[in-house]
């Protein structure tokens, strides 16, 4: 038996903070997905075989603004 089977997760997650003076903004995107084709070689038991492809698109971002004006 064969299936095919396709599957996208996205997160965003932001956090901005300060710390001794100093203002921090930080970022994560992360957005993945793929097209998978699962081969059943005996139906009767969970074993299977995949093949497919998987494409990312990560991103982690970081910035730091001192307050102090320098």
């Not at 064969?2 to 932001?14: E, T, Y």
Request: charge should be negative; avoid cysteine; proline fraction near 3%.
């Amino acid at each position: 038996m064969v299936r095919l089977h396709a599957d996208f997760n996205a997160i965003d997650f932001s956090h901005n903070f300060s710390v001794g003076g100093n203002r921090y903004e930080d970022g994560v995107r992360l957005r993945q997905g793929g097209i998978y084709g699962d081969f059943f070689p005996w139906s009767n038991i969970g074993f299977r075989i995949i093949a497919g492809f998987r494409l990312t698109d990560d991103e982690v971002s970081g910035n730091s603004v001192p307050t102090n004006g320098s």
